[in-house]
């Protein structure tokens, strides 16, 4: 049995992964941790046999329950601290937290090899969103003008989106970085062609009814091609997730992206 610890357990992901983790016959859930202290993980989920409360201190309850992998779910500004105590006692970290930077990541990786403890980050646990990137990566070899449109609720923390981030990354790894729109156009407006990774335009919608959508948009002579995925339910992230928490310790230094688990 793999032991995992919960961090953001109270959280709609962190609460997410606490039923996945209970459903599976190979986890096993030792530790919810949240901000939110002595919430009873049985109310949480509605499993009332299970007893475990959520408690603040995640070196405590890492020493106490000698967990195997830290599922993290918490915020952008504190899951660095969150991965640096899990590597530096023994724990491979899960990371579905988005908005580190990559000098961080940088950081996690060095430590994750010295200690040897591997770890495991992915912007998007969900497959159809996995697909949707690397076809967009295969798309812009052919049709390399490309905008990314990225929608999600509004208690979001962070823009533009890790997901967004990642697939405009993973394009910029067949495209050369290049100027997309007129040579001469002025934004009559801060803002109007949205923020940009070598030259893709990323643009961030906050609405409440979203949970998490993405369209990546490609336009070439007298035509358009439109990839959307929409995440309707955060059980789309679960399967990943089990999937993350049963192969991190096999894996080396830090892993970045589903594709390259699966
Ligand atoms: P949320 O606000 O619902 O939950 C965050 C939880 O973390 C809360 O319960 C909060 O009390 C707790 N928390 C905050 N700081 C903490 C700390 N220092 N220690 C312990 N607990 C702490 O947020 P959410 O919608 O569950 O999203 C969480 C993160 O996951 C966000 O960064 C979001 O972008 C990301 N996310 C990633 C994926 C993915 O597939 N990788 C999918 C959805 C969301």
New binding site residues.
Partial sequence: MIKVLV??????????VLRAVTDDSELELVAA????EGIEVGKLIGEENIKLKTQ?N?KQAIEMTKPDVMV????????Y??VMTALNLGVSPV?????LSEEQKGQIDELSRKQKVPAF??????IG?VLMMTAARKIAEYMPQVEIIEM??D????AP???AITTAEMISEVRKPMKQGHPDEEEKLAGARGAEINGIPIHSVRLPGF??SQAVIFGGLGQTLTLRHD?ID?TS?MP??VLACKKVQGLEGLVRNLENIL
């Fill in positions: 961090n953001g357990a109270c959280g709609r992901m962190g609460t997410a941790v949240d901000r939110k603040q995640l993290d779910f918490t915020n952008p500004a504190s899951v601290d969150n990371i579905g937290t988005t908005g980050i992915a912007a998007n646990f969900a969103a999600h609720h208690r979001k923390l962070d989106s890790g997901t949970v998490a995440t955060r992230f990943g997730v």
